[in-house]
């Protein structure tokens, strides 16, 4: 299975220098994956190059799994280049809404005078579905949906292909400065996991001066990670004011904390970067010595960023 991250931010896009070599889209995740069409964790500004990278050729088809409705998870809909393809089509899972339906709510923030069009005028089809807590199959994918604390109706999801399994929680809202105490619904959705994506907005300041914000420090996903026994974890939602250095900065707190908690690997997630996990590779894991060797590896064009993998089972482009 290969994770590719298209957008790593949270709240907002931030276009800056600063933050050119993690990238300043917001939340979008794709899993690819043989025999299956790609399942993309949300929808936010990261969509618009996903939709680059697989063009206007062929009718799209794939799944979205979102896990809520706030802009920096949903902005990117209408500019999926695919739409523009006769035929194409998403099926999007998402949570329950209050008061509203799924589909009404997205619809209307599709739609003048927030857009110029709406949803009925794109060529391709967005079908809507909403995630409930029945585990459910996307082509060969299983998936399990669980409410993670944040701000209105949010989830999290568990993918699992052959095996190995990918957890996305994007948004999660820490019970208190220093807080240890996780959901156990989060716990049980992260079980084991290959890989953890997980949110990592603040550092300890921020969170102090913003603690009903919805989110979590970098701490706090690694205390999700060790409690969850997850194997890697990849710090994501990097909140737009963080320089492409503060959040080496925070990898390297976090990869220090991560060392001594049993977690294999962290990374920090970055535009770009591929994450390939095999069954092989996992099996062979569960064998391993505890040997790791820091490799270098390339993101965009002009950044690299350092992870600490096994060189046979964590890859990224
Ligand atoms: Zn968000
Ligand atoms: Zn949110």
Not at 81 to 99: C, I, K, Y
């Amino acid at each position: 299975m290969n994770v590719t991250f298209y957008g790593v931010r949270g709240s907002t896009p931030c276009a800056c220098d600063s933050t050119r070599r993690y990238g300043g889209n917001t939340s979008c995740v794709v899993l690819n994956f043989e025999g299956g069409e790609p399942v993309v964790f949300d929808l936010g500004t990261g969509l618009r190059f996903f939709g680059l990278d697989i063009g206007c050729g062929e009718p799209f088809k794939g799944a979205a799994l979102v896990s809520h409705l706030h802009w920096d998870h949903v902005q990117g809909i209408p500019f999926f280049a695919p739409w523009l393809v006769e035929n194409s089509r998403l099926d999007m899972w998402a949570p329950q809404q209050d008061g509203i339906e799924l589909e009404d709510a997205v619809r209307a923030f599709i739609c003048p005078p927030y857009f110029p069009i709406d949803i009925d005028q794109l060529p391709g089809e967005l079908r809507f579905h909403e995630a409930g807590t029945e585990p459910f199959m996307v082509g060969r994918a299983e998936v399990i949906a669980a409410p993670v604390p944040h701000i209105g109706p949010t989830v999290g999801y568990r993918v699992t292909v052959d095996g190995i399994s990918v957890a996305y929680v994007s948004d999660h809202q820490q019970p208190g400065p220093g807080s240890t105490e996780v959901d156990p619904a989060v716990l049980e959705l992260c079980r084991d996991v290959d890989l953890l994506i997980h949110d990592a907005q603040f550092n300890d300041e921020e969170f102090a001066s913003r603690p009903d914000w919805g989110h979590c420090t970098v701490d706090y996903a690694v205390e999700v990670a060790a409690q969850s026994g997850a194997r890697r974890l990849a710090l994501f939602h990097h909140d737009p004011s963080h320089s492409d250095d503060q959040i080496d900065e925070l990898l390297a707190q976090a990869k220090k904390s991560a060392a001594v908690r049993g977690i294999r690997e962290v990374i920090a997630a970055g535009e770009g970067t591929t994450v390939s996990l095999s069954a092989e590779s996992t099996r062979a894991e569960a064998a391993a010595s505890s040997d790791t060797e820091s490799i270098t590896l390339p993101l965009t064009e002009a950044s690299t960023v350092s992870i600490a993998a096994s060189s046979s089972d964590l890859n990224a482009r």
